[in-house]
């Protein structure tokens, strides 16, 4: 059974600054969402807000039927991971040990179950950083690290994953294999919502498409409808094109 989201007119001001208003978003089946938006859209904080991290914001959000606020974190954290831009560690944890933190909201005692280290090897393998395993998480570079605390949400085994630009840090082929990799999560029944500026990679593998402007819902729908022409311009104020690359697959182009 995949998880249910339910945002009801969920807004968030900071002071004098309205980042999010009115935003009604239902998430209540696996897939992969990409959520986008120019600098400031207030993607961050919707994410943060979902994953429960933040609170003091209008309208509500639920998962599965019950308030954000209202989850015990640890039946909660079963539920939910979040990945997010960047994580500083201030101790020497090697890679392993960041990827083992995923299995907290499981820990039954003192010492880690088989199916805890099951979860770490298909973690590590998964996101490609079994290598790097043994070295202190703060010495891998940005793209390594960005890897490893991916790895670390995938053992935390949750039903809704939700990443904030995943793949900043990633050089393109892992780019491509994180994304592959987070299209099949989808297909085996996660919810992955994932933040992106890269138009064309949430066109190629997403289900469906988030488009914040101003903290307001700009387009939600499939690929194709919420990526047209009008509604990029409308959004990104850039103009942009659909072409067709040579295997016949779509690519959109921007500039004039
Ligand atoms: N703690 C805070 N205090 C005050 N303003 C904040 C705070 N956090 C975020 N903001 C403001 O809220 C707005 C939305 O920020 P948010 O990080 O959610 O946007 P974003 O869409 O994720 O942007 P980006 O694409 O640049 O990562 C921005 O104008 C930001 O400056």
């Not at 959520?35 to 639920?62: D, Y």
């Not at 994580?87 to 990827?99: G, H, S």
């Not at 990799?181 to 138009?199: K, Q, Y």
Request: charged content about 25%; glycine content about 8%; overall charge negative.
């Amino acid at each position: 059974m995949s998880v249910r989201y339910v945002l009801d007119r969920v807004g968030m001001r900071y002071g004098d600054i309205e980042v999010l208003a009115d935003v009604t978003l239902t998430f209540d089946q696996p897939g992969m969402v990409a959520l986008t938006g120019p600098n400031g859209a207030g993607k961050s904080t919707l994410l943060n807000i979902m994953s429960g991290l933040r609170g003091g914001f209008q309208g509500s959000c639920q998962l599965n039927g019950r308030n954000i606020a209202a989850w015990p974190r640890r039946e909660f954290a079963r539920e939910v991971a979040l990945v997010p831009q960047s994580l500083k560690l201030d101790f020497p944890f090697t890679a392993e040990q960041v990827v083992l933190m995923g299995r907290t909201p499981y820990a039954g005692g003192l010492f880690e179950s088989p199916e805890d280290w099951k979860a770490v090897e298909r973690a590590l393998e998964l996101t490609d950083t079994t290598r790097f395993r043994h070295r202190d998480f703060r010495a891998l570079s940005g793209g390594e690290r960005q890897r490893v605390v991916l790895a670390s949400a995938l053992a935390q085994d949750p039903r809704a994953l939700l990443l904030d630009e995943p793949t900043t840090f990633l050089d393109l082929q892992h780019q491509l294999s994180i994304y592959e990799l987070l299209r099949n999560l989808a297909r085996e029944g996660l919810l992955v919502i994932a933040v992106t500026h890269d138009l064309n990679l949430a066109a190629a593998y997403s289900d469906r498409v988030v488009a914040l402007k101003n903290g307001r819902v700009a387009a939600d729908a499939d690929p194709c409808s919420a990526l047209a022409t009008d509604k990029i311009k409308d959004v990104f104020g850039v103009q942009a094109e659909w072409l067709q690359r040579a295997d016949g697959k779509p690519w959109i182009a921007y500039g004039d």
